[in-house]
C-alpha cells in the first residue's frame, strides 16, 4: 500500500468512531428524551387536578358567605 491509502485509512478511522458514537448518543438522548416528556406530562396532570380543586374549594367558600 501506498502512503497516501494508509493516510486516507488512518484519517477514516477517527471519522467512523465518531459516527458510531453518534448512534450511541442519539439512543441515549432518545431515552433522556422520553424520561423528561414522561414527567412534563405527569406536572401537566397534577397542575390540571389540582387547579380544579381549588376552583371546587372556592366555589364552596363563595356558597358559605
Not at 10 to 37: C, H, M, Q, W, Y
Request: no cysteine.
Amino acid at each position: 500500500m501506498t502512503d497516501a491509502v494508509w493516510v486516507a485509512l488512518i484519517a477514516a478511522v477517527p471519522a467512523g468512531g465518531a459516527v458510531i458514537l453518534g448512534f450511541i448518543n442519539r439512543s441515549k438522548l432518545g431515552a433522556v428524551e422520553t424520561r423528561v416528556d414522561g414527567r412534563l406530562s405527569e406536572l401537566l396532570e397534577l397542575t390540571r387536578k389540582s387547579s380544579h380543586a381549588q376552583g371546587v374549594a372556592d366555589e364552596k367558600e363563595s356558597q358559605k358567605k
